[in-house]
């Protein structure tokens, strides 16, 4: 079974700075895809960013960026120009080819004015 | 255009007691997924559905919880009887088709107190 690790419970930025959110999985699998979920504090999850395995190009919306080191089987997330609506919890996300989807225990992000 | 709809948003039963969720996707969304998120962890997929099959229930708790999807469109998630565990945030998805890669579109949950 493939297990997704957060191992950052909690990190803080300060507005307009940078923060880098990690995560990492566990697979056998070559061909998969991985994502960054948003849940705003009482509100519904929202997609920030995918990444397929397949790409080498490392995926970018806007201010988030992730890094994805498939051999290191990492998949971090770059959050740039800190704001306070980015306050939230993110969770790392995997899905295989069977369409099986894997969340982390996610991180609490809060921006700090 | 309308986001997946749950209800109740709420909820509170003593153990033993039984417990159904509701769950209307986005309009032309074939594929819905029922996940259980327990306080200080990830969602967890309990239920997939493509139209009104089932494509994966692995993590379902099959003595207690069921789900259904008549018609293809809204969904329910029972659970029967109801144990302290099984409080948690039940949160409702859809996408557009059962291919990899698509984004999953969340409801608001249902936060689900069992005392």
């Known amino acids: 079974a493939q297990t997704v690790t957060q191992s950052q419970p909690e990190m803080s930025v300060q507005e307009a700075e940078t923060v880098t959110l990690s995560c990492t999985y566990d697979t056998s699998e070559n061909n998969y895809y991985l994502f960054w979920y948003k849940q705003p504090p009482s509100r519904q999850m929202i997609l920030v960013i995918r990444q397929e395995a397949y790409k080498q190009q490392n995926a970018t919306e806007n201010r988030f960026s992730v890094n994805f080191q498939k051999a290191a089987k990492s998949f971090s997330l770059k959050i740039s120009d800190s704001q306070l609506g980015d306050t939230a919890m993110y969770f790392c996300?995997?899905?295989?080819?069977?369409?099986?989807?894997?969340f982390g225990t996610g991180t609490s992000l809060t921006v700090i004015p | 255009e309308a986001g997946v709809a749950q209800s109740p948003r709420y909820k509170i039963i003593e153990k033993r007691q039984s417990v159904a969720f509701w769950c209307n996707p986005i309009?032309?969304?074939?594929?819905l997924y029922w996940y259980q998120q327990i306080l200080g962890q990830g969602p967890k997929l309990l239920i997939q559905?493509?139209?009104?099959?089932?494509?994966?229930d692995s993590q379902l708790p099959k003595d207690r919880f069921s789900a259904e999807r008549l018609k293809g469109v809204d969904s329910t998630l029972k659970i029967q009887p109801a144990k302290l565990e099984d409080s948690a945030v039940y949160l409702c998805a859809s996408s557009p088709r059962r291919e990899a890669f698509n984004e999953q579109f969340f409801g608001p949950g249902t936060r689900l107190t069992v005392l």
């Open positions: 309009s032309g969304h074939a594929t």
């Open positions: 559905f493509q139209n009104n099959g089932v494509v994966d």
């Open positions: 996300a995997f899905m295989n080819t069977g369409n099986q989807f894997y």
